[in-house]
């Protein structure tokens, strides 16, 4: 019967959505996910459903599942309605959520086995079909492995079978690429695009990466909840056509020279990339900067995203004003130390013997896929937990001994913000001033800076779990810098925050690492690589490279490849790792 | 046929679940052992070995001779006491529960039939020992009192000659309907404390939001749920009964298939609030809070398992009909103790026949195949 109904509408829309709003309810606030959205999707196409956090996205993908009911407007699936006849939208569809929705302590094949089930694939069919997508998924010497136990980029992929277990006509993929490394993300798409090629499968997928937008055919972008362009990724690239620029300077620092060129006028945008600063323009005029080198680059995706929303909400932030009792950068003194740390865990070593030092003022960067040893080296150097061996400097104190003595100098913020969502803005900056000793006048003075500083004034007195993403983040780092610590750890700082917050949020550390705070950091996008001064790129416990973004770059140049980004550079370093790991 | 399909593909799923994961074959069998032991050996509600105080302020061969019955049962544990005074002060540390007091005259008062007086002090915070203390003493002042006037063959005259006999735990052992009523705790632990954290262990993993997206019915979803922790549930009821009978050695009168039959009811009854619980509760942690709440303290508590229904205030015992667990432990110590008493068995076995649908109907209603 499915069959048929598939057939009646191989002309129309694979999905067509029609005025969709939809409003959650949050304790006794009504929150707006989706506001009157409308948009078509193509069959046998790639669609990207792009945008931050926030913007929508999974919200979208569940009620084109049938598993949320709009409060109004309707949404077409195959020529089904997703509200009223979802048991038959949900025959025709595969549909993997975020966290891939697989039993961890199920094995391989019986993940597949559950979800054949649950598809009605007959039994006749199921042996050809499970060898070509255990082929496919690079899985087939995995079957008997429980799913917790294999990587994440596995892991991605058994979610990804178990979802075409019954070959589906519609694919929606909610954000299928967070957390797996590089390597592992071109290997989904390579999925993706034979799916389309070779079955003529229709793919929504989502995602919060820009560059990943440009790998769709087609491009829906969503911003708090609202609809703001749709088209293929060039027709809106095109739009920015020269007006995007490379300046470079042999004699100006990165971040003195971003600074510059973001306070020139026209600059819509800049951008620290590799020792260039990248600039999109208001229009086609090159920016007015003296004394520097400028070239007219190729439009990305980015620019034109970053446009819509300064055209939202107005200019650059300004957050060169972050003076605050500065000392001065002292690039000659080490004030992390680290040498073959390790920590265990059972027979597990999540880290595995690295070493490395990072000087004053420095930004430094960790890079690498969820299970990487990152979050783990974190919390080693800021003394929560004790390393299984090697030695361990922060502020000139040995961590296995004066863990507490070095935790004043030292600030954290984590992914999660680690905010008290019910005190108000100005009794959080208050509770994490009095937790570092900081009371009376000089409390006070320090709630002062810091409600100047980040703008948070206007909103003193707002619940902080009511704000939104960036508002949490820049609150956040306000918190962690109230005691005026030497070190700055940041776990993650930017992840699900739109590309404005993050731009802002990098001028700030910009600023602190020009005091001479250190600033230590970790991060899953590349292109947040750029703005370190070092980086170490870890994969299974250990640092595969480490050096500056150029220089780490340079090591992926090929005849092939003349200009490789962070992310080829990455994937070389994963591949040659997983090679020598397999011989 | 595809939904045979999909019901396999489920209930397979929970099994292989069930023998990976530790926690549930930890509930389903580990607790019932561990419940089991402690209280067929470590809680009991008979008065046995209680400490007793005795003052004798002028020992004489009649005061040593009452006394001798105290000090060779095995209801007391004697301690002597030179003056009252220090008896109270062991009695206010809780060294002993009661004090027994022979004055300085009792001989004197016993030979020339006054009426020799003994006092007793018994600590009466806990009413239940207190009661069987001062009964206890009571009878054995008049057993004593009887042999004495025999003793020098006068006539004492008892008023009223009572024979006791008990029935149905003609030992008194509080085990014989602890362990059955325990089993209904069992149970209710095994059918909502279970059903309720596996779901939501499904809701927190994300595993949920898969397995809705799929072209499985709600019903497909609830079945798949109930079968395989009814089977668990079941093997749980037999390690249980299997140890009462043969390691607690509590008798069976009525016949082993009631016992299964009326457990089945109130299992299915059981795994319908569970489930209930899983339509509100998302978290593994809320779902544990609820089920512990408004299933397990109320089976312990409510059921008439320890606490007797007929002593509580009829506002209490009005509640006790909402809880399932109380048609449960009235049918098992009937089964166990008396036999299949059918006029006990049948209202009560309808009772939980009743919850049963009323819980799994209110299951039925609530959940939808949405994920608000």
């Given amino acids: 019967m499915a069959e048929s109904v598939v057939g009646a509408v191989a002309d129309g829309s694979a999905l067509e959505v029609n005025r969709i709003s939809k409003t959650f309810l949050v304790g006794k606030r009504e929150v707006p996910a989706l506001q009157d959205v409308s948009f078509r999707m193509r069959r046998g196409v790639v669609t990207g459903l792009v945008g931050p956090d926030a913007a929508g996205k999974t919200t979208l993908m569940r009620l084109a599942a049938g598993l949320l009911v709009a409060d109004s407007g309707s949404i077409g699936v195959l020529g089904l309605d997703a509200a009223t006849q979802s048991l038959q939208v949900q025959g025709t569809i595969g549909y993997m959520p975020q966290r891939f929705g697989l039993y961890e302590d199920l094995s391989v094949q019986e993940n597949l086995d559950l979800y054949a089930d649950l598809q009605g694939v007959s039994e006749a069919v199921r042996p050809a079909r499970y060898a070509e997508l255990m082929q496919m998924a690079g899985l087939a010497p995995f079957t008997r492995r429980l799913a917790g136990r294999l990587s994440g980029g596995m892991k991605q992929k058994l979610g990804l079978a178990c979802a075409l277990v019954r070959q589906p006509s519609l694919l929606l993929l909610d954000e299928p690429t967070v957390g797996v490394d590089p390597l592992s993300r071109r290997e989904l798409w390579d999925i993706v695009y034979r799916l389309v090629r070779e079955q003529g499968t229709s793919v929504l997928l989502s995602t919060a990466y820009l560059d990943e937008a440009e790998r769709c055919d087609d491009v829906v972008l969503l911003h708090e909840g609202r609809l703001l362009a749709q088209g293929t990724p060039a027709e809106l690239r095109e739009t920015m056509h020269g007006r995007s620029y490379e300046i470079s300077a042999a004699d100006i620092d990165k971040r003195a020279l971003q600074l510059r060129v973001a306070h020139t006028p026209g600059v819509l945008d800049a951008l620290i990339l590799g020792n260039s600063v990248r600039a999109v323009m208001q229009d086609e005029t090159p920016p007015a900067v003296e004394g520097v080198r400028c070239a007219a680059v190729p439009p990305r995706f980015e620019d034109y995203f970053i446009t819509l929303l300064r055209q939202k909400t107005g200019g650059m932030p300004d957050v060169t004003a972050m003076a605050a009792g500065s000392r001065q950068p002292d690039s000659d003194k080490a004030v992390i130390e680290v040498q073959e740390l390790k920590r265990r865990f059972g027979d597990f070593y999540a880290v595995n013997g690295i070493s490395f030092s990072v000087q004053q003022g420095e930004v430094f960067g960790l890079l690498g896929a969820n299970g990487a040893g990152k979050s783990t080296t974190f919390r080693m150097l800021c003394g929560l937990l004790p390393p299984s061996s090697g030695t361990l400097r922060v502020a000139g104190a040995d961590l296995r001994h004066a863990a507490a003595a070095a935790r004043e100098r030292i600030g954290y913020m984590s992914q999660k913000f680690s905010l008290y969502g019910n005190l108000s803005v100005a009794e959080n900056l208050n509770f994490f001033g009095s937790i570092y000793g900081l009371s009376g006048r000089r409390g006070a003075q320090r709630i002062e800076w810091a409600l100047n500083e980040f703008e948070l004034r206007d909103i003193a007195d707002f619940t902080s779990g009511d704000l939104s993403l960036g508002y949490k983040q820049r609150l956040a780092l306000a918190c962690s810098l109230m005691h005026e610590p030497e070190i700055l750890f940041l776990d993650e700082p930017t992840s699900g925050v739109d590309p404005l917050a993050r731009r802002e949020f990098w001028a700030r550390i910009n600023a602190l690492a020009a005091q001479g705070v250190t600033v230590m950091v970790t991060t899953h996008f590349m292109e947040e690589a750029e703005y370190c001064d070092r980086i170490a790129i870890m994969a299974a416990g250990e640092i595969l490279t480490l050096g500056t973004p150029s220089s780490i770059k340079q090591q992926a140049r090929s005849p092939q490849l003349p200009q490789p980004t962070m992310e080829d550079a990455f994937v070389e370093l994963i591949r040659a790792h997983e090679q020598r790991a397999a011989a | 046929m595809s939904s045979r399909m999909r019901l396999r593909g489920l209930v397979r799923k929970e099994f292989l679940q069930i023998v990976r994961d530790p926690s549930s074959i930890a509930i389903a069998f580990l607790m019932p052992l561990f419940l089991l032991l402690l209280f067929g050996y470590g809680v009991s509600l008979d008065s046995k070995h209680l400490p007793l105080g005795i003052v004798v302020e002028q020992p004489s061969a009649d005061t040593a001779d009452f006394t001798a019955a105290f000090r060779h049962s095995t209801y007391f544990i004697p301690h002597d006491y030179a003056t009252t005074r220090a008896a109270e002060q062991a009695m206010m540390a809780g060294r002993i529960n009661a004090i027994l007091v022979l004055r300085q005259d009792f001989a004197q008062r016993l030979r020339d039939n006054d009426g020799a007086p003994i006092q007793l002090i018994v600590n009466g915070v806990d009413a239940n020992t207190a009661r069987i203390v001062s009964g206890y003493v009571q009878g054995s002042w008049g057993i004593w009192l009887q042999h004495y006037a025999q003793q020098r063959g006068q006539e004492f005259q008892v008023p009223v000659d009572m024979q006791q006999r008990v029935w149905f735990n003609s030992e008194l052992r509080s085990r014989n309907y602890l362990v059955p009523g325990l089993v209904a705790v069992i149970m209710t632990l095994i059918g909502a404390l279970l059903t309720a954290l596996v779901m939501a262990r499904e809701w927190e993993r994300g ?127 009937t089964v166990f103790l008396a036999g299949n008493d059918w006029s006990v068995i049948v209202p009560n076995a309808l009772a939980l026949v009743a919850m049963a649908v009323v819980f799994l109907g209110l299951t039925w209603k609530k959940s939808r195949k949405r994920l608000e």
Avoid: C, N
């Fill in chain 2, 207 to 333: 595993t949920m939001e898969a397995l809705l997206v799929t072209p499985l019915s709600m019903r497909e979803v609830i079945v798949g749920k109930l079968l395989p922790y009814f089977i668990l549930g079941m093997g749980g009821l037999a390690l249980s009964v299997a140890m009462a009978l043969y390691l607690f050695e509590v008798p069976l009168r009525g016949s082993l298939w009631v016992l299964f039959a009326a457990s089945a009811l109130f299992l299915v009854a059981a795994l319908g609030m569970g489930l209930l619980i899983s339509t509100v509760a998302r978290s593994q942690f809320v779902a544990g809070q609820l089920a512990i709440i408004a299933t397990f303290l109320p089976a312990f508590i409510l059921s008439g398992f320890i606490f007797d229904i007929g002593s509580m205030p009829p506002v209490v015992q009005f509640v006790t009909h909402l809880i399932a667990a109380r048609y449960y432990v009235a049918i098992l110590q």
